[in-house]
């Protein structure tokens, strides 16, 4: 059982996010606090690629997104680029997160210039779509939503119906 000691409170790590000793929930302040403990006194050697992207993956959840964002890195640099399809829209999304929407359509563009098109999957295009409204570029965003859609079969997830919704409503007023 992992457990650090914050502000006088015994926190445990339970289910992926930390409790108090009555198992209580801690905010998600303290819980940022506490993953950063927690990524600190971790020996990422000691970890595999899976149980590392496990890791990441609760820290987006806890809404530790810079400690997210290190671990997708981490995971990248040891599979193969085939394998981390799946991975950029998490980090482009942990990218979104901190305020940082154009490193998310950087990430895009670098895959596209290294890897080719083929690269670029639906769920990273709807991700990026989003990335270009929080910069209030509705025009390149409408495009990524575009691309995502037909990648989709011509149908929409939730995530790009959101997208749509804000480009629309935003295109409307100018």
């Not at 193969?80 to 154009?102: E, F, M, T, W």
Request: aromatic share 12%.
């Amino acid at each position: 059982m992992i457990s650090f000691i914050y502000e006088g409170v015994k926190y445990i790590r339970y289910d992926d996010c930390w409790c108090d000793e009555h198992y209580m929930t801690a905010p998600l302040c303290v819980q940022s606090v506490l993953d950063r403990q927690y990524a600190d006194s971790l020996d990422l050697k000691e970890y595999d690629s899976e149980e590392l992207l496990k890791l990441a993956d609760e820290f987006k959840k806890n809404q530790s997104y810079h400690l997210a964002i290190r671990y997708y890195y981490e995971v990248i640099r040891r599979v193969d680029i085939g394998d981390c399809s799946y991975i950029y829209p998490r980090l482009s999304a942990c990218y979104r997160k901190v305020g940082r929407a154009r490193e998310a359509i950087e990430l895009m563009t670098f895959l596209k210039n290294k890897f080719g098109v083929q690269s670029i999957s639906a769920v990273l295009l709807t991700s990026v779509a989003a990335a270009y409204c929080d910069l209030l570029e509705y025009d390149n965003a409408l495009k990524c939503a575009n691309r995502a859609y037909v990648l989709m079969g011509k149908r929409t997830s939730p995530e790009l119906s959101l997208v749509y919704r804000r480009i629309n409503s935003n295109m409307k007023t100018k």
